[in-house]
């Protein structure tokens, strides 16, 4: 048995994750690292009670645990089950489907479906504008993938691209960095909002020649490539790194997931993302990421995930 927190490799983990008390403990320490609070109203005085597990309040006297108001939220998983899930779907190059996770877990499909959906809440990540040189480019996700990209675009400045397509805007930083967002069309509305939000004005903006992109030249070193005239590197100008991260997404889509609904489609966005951004650090310090971004993001019902799309 490993004592401290430390590992390379499943095995590692797996030793050292050996037992529910050091999950629940390893946790506590996450989840209270700037010390204790109720979850209801922020006090800091509380009571433990005696099995360890739950705690009371000592000003709005509710009681809780520490999965309350997190994205493990109320479910009565154990712990090892939530990071041995986490550790797969955050360092899988490609992803997991559900019924991967559930054979490795131990859980039921439906179950593991539900992990991974609050998992990729966690996946979240990032604030802060990207600088230096960017590429930004957009794609079309679902439906049947006949129609060609022109084609797509043309009814998606209104709508979704065509019939069960929804569109994703994307933008690639050179220095490594990939954000992507799902927007409601790939209008100039649209794509405009997410690029002031994610570039730092005065940076470099690689596109292609698409309408939604004009009039970003006041704010931005905008170059473009005319994708219509079969133009597809410039100078230094090109979106082959958005681009490939299109086709990663796309392969996991195709090979792993075989469907994303439009109501989670951003959740799967942030899975790849996240994956792709942190591809080159070690396993321990993704992993402690995600757990401690599941310590403060809120819940997600069950009945969110399964609500209809609005
Ligand atoms: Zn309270």
């Not at 993938?145 to 022109?150: E, G, L, R, T, V």
């Not at 043309?154 to 691209?161: F, L, P, R």
């Not at 020649?209 to 905008?222: D, I, P, Q």
């Amino acid at each position: 048995m490993k004592t401290t927190f430390e590992f390379k490799t499943l095995a590692e983990f797996m030793d050292y994750f050996c037992d529910e008390a050091t999950c629940l403990k390893h946790y506590t320490g996450i989840r209270f690292a700037n010390g204790e609070y109720c979850p209801h109203c922020g006090h800091t005085e509380i009571y433990t009670f005696k099995d360890g597990k739950r705690y009371r309040c000592a000003k709005c006297k509710q009681d809780f645990t520490i999965k309350t108001d997190t994205v493990f939220g109320e479910s009565k998983l154990p712990l090892r089950k939530w990071f041995i899930a986490i550790y797969l779907l955050s360092t899988t190059s490609k992803g997991m489907s559900s019924v991967q996770v559930a054979k490795h877990v131990g859980v039921t499909q439906k179950t593991a479906w539900f992990m991974a959906h609050r998992i990729r809440e966690a996946h979240q990540q990032n604030k802060g504008q990207l600088f230096g040189k960017i590429e930004a480019d957009e794609t079309f996700i679902g439906g049947l993938s006949k129609n060609m990209h022109a084609k797509q675009r043309k009814a998606a400045i209104k709508g979704t691209g065509g019939k069960g397509k929804t569109a994703v805007f994307g933008m690639k930083s050179r220095a490594g960095e990939v954000r992507a967002k799902v927007v409601a069309s790939v209008g100039i509305v649209d794509l405009h909002r997410e690029i002031k939000t994610n570039v730092a004005p005065g940076a470099t903006l690689y596109t292609d020649g698409w309408v939604g992109y004009r009039g970003l030249k006041a704010e931005f070193n905008h170059a473009t490539v005319d994708h219509m005239a079969k133009e597809y590197v410039n100078g230094d100008c090109h979106t082959n790194g958005i681009e490939s991260f299109w086709a990663l997404f796309k392969r996991g889509y195709h090979g792993v997931y075989h469907h994303m609904s439009r109501k989670h489609l951003q959740r799967y966005v942030n899975e790849f993302t996240f994956r792709l951004n942190r591809r080159t650090e070690e396993m321990q310090s993704v992993f402690s990421d995600v757990v401690a971004n599941v310590a403060k993001s809120a819940q997600l019902p069950y009945k969110t995930l399964i609500q209809k799309p609005i």
